[in-house]
Nanobody, 126 residues
Framework: QVQLVESGGGLVQAGGSLRLSCAAS????????MGWFRQAPGKERTFVAT????????HYADSVKGRFTISGDKAKNTVHLQMNNLKPEDTAVYYC???????????????????WGQGTQVTVSS
């Protein structure tokens, strides 16, 4: 059974930092990619960042570029999201997602991911 378990969410003041982690078990994703999405109340789940293991490349949503950094360990099936200079608009439930399929040039939509974690709440106060 494949599981993705997130950790590291919490409450932080604007301008602060948080580090999210995701550990996957049950299968390897070394041939695919792992990423983060977020969903604010009443809004759709949107792409945040992804890392493509085959090329060690990363991609970010424009809204988080320069503030968030995705990293991880392919062999350990883990991915992290370092979030700096957090803003109230970053408040959301953050979901880890993974796909074992080779990267085909886009990983920005939720439909590209086969497995999801339960989510972790990030709240940024002003």
């Amino acid at each position: 059974q494949v599981q993705l378990v997130e950790s590291g969410g919490g409450l932080v003041q604007a301008g602060g930092s948080l580090r999210l982690s995701c550990a996957a078990s049950g299968r390897t994703f070394s041939t695919g990619f792992m990423g983060w999405f977020r969903q604010a109340p009443g809004k759709e789940r949107t792409f945040v960042a992804t890392i493509v293991w085959s090329s060690d490349t990363t991609h970010y949503a424009d809204s988080v570029k320069g503030r968030f950094t995705i990293s991880g360990d392919k062999a350990k099936n883990t991915v992290h999201l370092q979030m700096n200079n957090l803003k109230p608009e970053d408040t959301a439930v953050y979901y880890c997602a993974a796909s074992p399929n080779p990267y085909s040039g886009t990983a920005f939509t939720r439909w590209m991911y086969n497995y999801w974690g339960q989510g972790t709440q990030v709240t940024v106060s002003s």
